[in-house]
């Protein structure tokens, strides 16, 4: 297979009643491992016989008999079983190779998962079990439309559905991690009560981001060089208790996605296409427009700014913050 298949492949096939026989899934993403080991026992094993037909074994602890004898006992009361070797990376070289050679003639009605962390796949061993078994590499979360694409698909499974703004705020506040996320999208709809649509409203107040005004409001005006917006949008966000280190925080990604769009465009010559494909598809528009305010002269200036205001926030009184972020302001507008 060319395109290397993710957990959005295997869910997508076991909504459509797709199973296979053998399964490889590799790669450092543990949250979402579970989350597709969860869905193939309910896709795979009815709850009613599953002592019957469900084995997990861990690699560094077994040995390849007790494996096989699993995978070569039928099933009981149903059409399928579901075998799963974890740590496979941690299993004698001789299991392994037992392992494989159990691949290459499996047994219909057994579905067999072997599991791994971040592995060679291009050659040797986990080579050859990648073209004998599906294989699905489980990465984290590599950009944001990543983590929003996830937020979005797992909101039906609490009967919920999520603006694409809270989606935007939520993983700009919490950042590029599936187990996170979800612990605080499981929050949200609870908070969120008896509507069935999470506003950027309910992220808010359930995660304490500031109402009314949102960061892209200030980068929106810092862009336009607007100082007397830009003020008014950063007292608003402060009165409603966004954090000022979080404040610099997200300038700074802006800005870092800004001088990494002209770099591309000015001296790497990649054409607007190819930029917008890199930032992932998700705002990837609204970056490439604020591009158009600035040069990369520009950013010397600006990260020194940043990281002034970031060092003055974490050694100065608290009571200076707003001092601090009003004159980082100020020269964003103004000397920028």
Known sequence: MNKKLKYWDIKSE????IIHNNYFFTDVESFLKDKAFRK??????????????FDMFFGEETKANEVLEALQTPPMLSDKK???LRNFQSMHIAYKKKMVEYLEKPIQGVVFVIESDKVNTRSGLYAKITKLAHTYYFY????ESEAIRFLREESPALNKTIDSDA?????DYIGLNFQELHGELEKVALYSGGRTH???EDVQACIGISKGNTIYELQNALTQRNLGQSIKVLENLMANNMSPVLIVIMLTRFYTT???ILVQRFQQNKSKTEIERSLGGWGSKSFMNSSEFYSLENFETIFALLLEADRK????DIKLNKTILEMMIYRLCKNV
């Open 167 to 171: 989606a935007r705020i939520m993983v």
């Open 258 to 260: 800004l001088w990494d």
């Open 313 to 316: 926030l974490k050694s100065l």
């Open 140 to 143: 984290h979360p590599y950009n």
């Open 14 to 17: 076991l909504q459509k009643g």
């Open 198 to 200: 999470i506003t950027p």
């Open 82 to 84: 579901l075998v799963i």
């Open 40 to 53: 193939l026992k309910t896709a795979i094993v009815p709850p009613s016989v599953m002592d019957f037909n």
